[in-house]
């Protein structure tokens, strides 16, 4: 008499789990970076800060650690800053334009996008992200007081040696390593 189904997948399930066991845990390896806080570096480049937001806020969900908290408050503060940069180079209509992105993030969006004047987008923006910049800073900071101290020290002297665009990506010398 040959197995049910039911007693096949019950085998292979069974089998699967063995197999599990004998390999024993899955690791990631520590040389290759976080995929969350890559995704976001590439979003940073790209100016898509809506998306740099939510993958460092997933790397905070999967992996809190004073390190993901503090990458996340640098991702509001470089939105903060670039916004800073487009108003004080008059560029109003990419004020527009970084406020829909952040704004829009469904496909209904594009039938009732979210209209709203470029110098209003700028306080609206950068309100926000100085709010939440300041909670997850404390966050971090009650993790691990030292580390936090060390990489703002860092992102500070990325800030002096890259005074035009900062906001584009992370201090190198972070490698979004996780502990």
Known sequence: MRPGLSSLSLRA??????????????????????A????????????????AVEACQAEVRDFPSARSYTFLTYVYHALD??????????QWVRVEQLYLNLAAARTEDLLDPPDVL??????VIQQA?????DVTAAMANR????LVTR???????????RPDDWWASAPPQWQWERP
């Open 151 to 161: 990489l703002w020290q860092e992102q500070t002297a990325w800030r002096q040696a």
């Open 143 to 146: 993790l691990d007081h030292a």
């Open 129 to 133: 992200v100085q709010r939440q910049a």
């Open 81 to 90: 800053g670039y916004v800073a940069h487009l108003a004080g180079t008059d």
């Open 36 to 51: 969350h806080l890559q995704r976001a570096a590439v979003f940073m480049m790209a100016g898509d800060y809506r998306q």
């Open 118 to 123: 470029a110098r209003i987008a700028k306080e």
């Open 13 to 34: 399930a069974l089998v699967f789990w063995l197999a599990l066991q004998w390999a024993g845990p899955v690791r990631v390896d520590a040389a290759e970076p976080p």
